[in-house]
């Protein structure tokens, strides 16, 4: 692989004071080129050095358009899992191949003669971002939101009850969830929250798993979903059907679920269809989606399939969790107490839904809370609002700390798809270059890596390279390809670095 430009003088100095550990993976060849490829650069407007912590979507989105628009930046990504790609690789449902694709483009970012992959480095703890920004000209914030909004209503903490992104980090192999253990022993779960990653949970509990045997959904996770015994989901939301957060697409996939039947009460539809002609057009196309499949009568074909379905799911509107109810031994969840709420005035989004003093309580054996992801602060250099669960910020550049940028989920919190991902990292990454041309950014050489990966040698921390995640990708590939899936992904962190000689 082709050399990525550096300045020999910094990396000489470095490499000879700081040998490599014996069968650790260089994570990207730093030799000079020879032929006057990268030149000599004395200012960091030739030659800027770049860090973008997380390999999520806007981590790769944000060095791909760095890499594009400056012909000489050098864009060095961390990532805190040993493997890259974020909720590419861990939050996207595994019957939903199509949208993994992008990883073809992320991986052509990483091979980039200009980029290098640091995995198994957590910032904040093994190297801070003052660090970083000793070392980099810019330094741009990509981690997205690794946490969920907590429920904060009594009996949340019983067995029986997961975070949505637990439940998904189980099944799509996150190590940190690989030990969730779900119980689906029960016959009915309830899932709080009205939104994509609700439609994914309940879709996933319902599908027949003969139908995730060609997937990447982990073996162990498979093998509980086997073994369930959940007939019923109910999918629970605040406001009313023409609030719900999900998409036509998703709604579509769940109405055609082989085995299953949905269950919408015709009550909660009245009066709709007039309101409906003045809203933008996919939410009218959503809207009128649930009405027909709750007000009208299926075909003959359509009606045989629901009359044959073993399962079901359905949708709650207008309630409210008010507290997660205990089996008799106390040891359980067994149902979950609703508040009946109404709509306040309000337009679109901006509804309120209040309790109207009306309360319900439904029996259920698994609780699923789905709303919402929230971003924790990084570092105590760098500003946080814990009530927005982003780093405050201005077209990406985080308020009064010069150099230091954000991007994605961190930036303007967890909403949105890959595609809004995108465009607000190309924006981040503008920014980022227009601050460089107009001499707003450090100027002066910078070593880059050469100085963090020193610092993280005396710390013990060994960095994974994107080369090494390529040993590893070929590894799961190869374990899958036994049962005909696309992988079977490794779990065990400790495993991963075995394979990988450490």
Request: proline letters at 9%.
């Amino acid at each position: 692989m082709a050399p990525r430009c550096w300045r020999w003088w910094h990396w000489s100095a470095w490499s000879r004071s700081r040998p490599p550990p014996s069968g650790s993976t260089p994570s990207r060849s730093r030799t000079p080129l020879a032929s006057g490829f990268c030149q000599q650069f004395s200012t960091q407007e030739q030659t800027p050095q770049i860090c973008v912590v997380g390999s999520g979507p806007a981590g790769f989105y944000t060095a791909q358009h760095l890499l594009k628009h400056h012909p000489r930046a050098c864009v060095d990504i961390f990532e805190k899992q040993l493997v890259p790609f974020g909720l590419v690789r861990f939050g996207v449902a595994p019957d939903h191949p199509e949208v993994k694709n992008v990883i073809n483009t992320f991986t052509q970012t990483a091979r980039s003669d200009r980029c290098a992959f640091h995995g198994n480095v957590v910032v904040g703890r093994d190297v801070t971002v003052p660090e970083l920004r000793e070392a980099y000209h810019a330094v741009v914030l990509s981690y997205g939101a690794e946490d969920h909004q907590a429920l904060e209503i009594p009996g949340e903490e019983l067995p029986g009850v997961f975070s949505a992104r637990a439940f998904v980090g189980w099944y799509n192999g996150l190590p940190e969830n690989r030990e969730l253990a779900p119980d689906l022993s029960c016959d009915t779960a309830v899932i709080l929250g009205q939104g994509n990653v609700a439609l994914d949970v309940a879709r996933i509990l319902l599908t027949p798993p003969e139908h995730l045997e060609k997937t990447d959904i982990t073996e162990a996770a498979l093998g509980v979903l086997r073994q369930s015994q959940v007939k019923m989901v109910w999918i629970v939301g605040r406001r009313g059907p023409l609030q719900v957060a999900f998409t036509i697409k998703e709604l579509r996939e769940m109405i055609q679920l082989p085995g299953t039947r949905p269950i919408l009460d015709p009550a909660d539809f009245l009066g709709l269809q007039d309101r409906i002609k003045e809203v933008p057009r996919p939410r009218k196309r959503l809207t009128e989606l649930l009405l027909r499949t709750a007000t009208e009568k299926p075909g003959v074909e359509e009606a045989a399939r629901q009359a044959s379905a073993s399962r079901a799911w359905g949708l709650r509107f207008f309630r409210s969790p008010q507290q997660v109810l205990p089996s008799a031994d106390g040891r359980q969840v067994a149902g979950i107490r609703l508040a009946v709420t109404r709509l306040e005035q309000g337009v679109g989004e901006a509804t309120r839904a209040v309790p109207t003093g009306d309360v319900e309580d439904l029996p259920c054996g698994l609780v699923l809370s789905s709303i919402g992801y929230k971003s924790r602060p990084i570092d105590p250099s760098v500003p946080f609002d814990p009530k927005l669960g982003i780093i405050p910020n201005v077209d990406g550049r985080v308020m009064n700390v010069p150099g230091l940028y954000c991007s994605g989920w961190v930036k303007r919190g967890p909403t949105g798809v890959i595609t809004t991902t995108m465009t607000d990292s190309f924006l981040t990454s503008q920014i980022l270059l227009q601050d460089l041309k107009a001499g707003q950014l450090p100027s002066g050489p910078r070593p880059g890596y050469a100085a963090i990966k020193a610092l993280l040698s005396s710390r013990g921390v060994w960095p994974v390279s994107f080369s090494d995640w390529e040993k590893l990708d070929a590894e799961e590939v190869s374990r899958g390809q036994g049962t005909g899936k696309p992988r079977e992904k490794l779990l065990d962190p400790q495993e991963m670095l075995r394979l990988l000689g450490r």
